[in-house]
T-cell receptor
Framework: GAVVSQHPSWVICKSGTSVKIECRSLDFQATTMFWYRQFPKQSLMLMATSNEGSKATYEQGVEKDKFLINHASLTLSTLTVTSAHPEDSSFYIC???????????????FGPGTRLTVL | GDSVTQMEGPVTLSEEAFLTINCTYTATGYPSLFWYVQYPGEGLQLLLKATKADDKGSNKGFEATYRKETTSFHLEKGSVQVSDSAVYFCALSDGGGATNKLIFGTGTLLAVQP
């Protein structure tokens, strides 16, 4: 299957600083990537849909000025958590969408996640 | 809107026991259905999928059948192993939608004891 990587795998930062998380599709091109947030023992919550070359589409309740998403190429999307605070501590997961031509089958391949801890 | 409901865990089983994790969905269209597995400390991996009614997805001994009449996609395995311990997520995707977002259930933690 397609491989998606994330970097870093974990990061600890001080309150008020910004953190950038990278999501890469290693062996395929992804016009669409998704960013999720996962709280302990809970499901994944979609934060935003990232489309290459255009602005991200944010889900209701997600602050676009706080969670900056850039999808500058077909293999890279970045999520920047600006002015991070302890409540932003979470597990952030990206995925890349693959559409099977002619079948309408949509699959998403997930990165391993990034654990963010804000002190 | 579309939604997925799956049984709450944790589910604790002995090795070689039979596993069922229930999943039901609500959707206005004809979604594709998925089961994802998340092992400790890792990201989600696709376990199996089904794209239309009566399809059966299977992988690694796990099975799930797309039941339109009961709007269900229950996950089953005949004999679980310790290595199956993980969190299992049921999800749907509106294949015809413009964004093809995945909607997840809350996840079910499976713990298999030797």
């Amino acid at each position: 299957g397609a491989v998606v990587s994330q970097h870093p795998s974990w990061v600890i930062c001080k309150s008020g600083t910004s953190v950038k998380i990278e999501c890469r599709s290693l062996d395929f091109q992804a016009t669409t990537m998704f960013w999720y947030r996962q709280f302990p023992k809970q499901s994944l919550m979609l934060m935003a849909t990232s489309n290459e070359g255009s602005k991200a589409t944010y889900e209701q309740g997600v602050e676009k000025d706080k969670f900056l998403i850039n999808h500058a190429s077909l293999t890279l999307s970045t999520l920047t958590v600006t002015s991070a605070h302890p409540e932003d501590s979470s597990f952030y997961i990206c995925s890349a969408r693959v559409l099977t031509p002619g079948q309408g089958i949509v699959e998403q391949f997930f990165g391993p996640g990034t654990r963010l801890t804000v002190l | 809107g579309d939604s997925v409901t799956q049984m709450e865990g944790p589910v604790t089983l002995s090795e070689e026991a039979f596993l069922t994790i229930n999943c039901t969905y609500t959707a206005t269209g004809y979604p594709s259905l998925f089961w994802y597995v998340q092992y400790p400390g890792e990201g989600l991996q696709l376990l199996l999928k089904a794209t239309k009614a009566d399809d059966k997805g299977s992988n690694k001994g796990f099975e799930a059948t797309y039941r339109k009449e009961t709007t269900s996609f229950h996950l089953e395995k005949g004999s679980v192993q310790v290595s199956d311990s993980a969190v299992y997520f049921c999800a749907l995707s509106d294949g015809g939608g413009a964004t093809n977002k995945l909607i997840f259930g809350t996840g079910t933690l499976l713990a298999v004891q030797p």
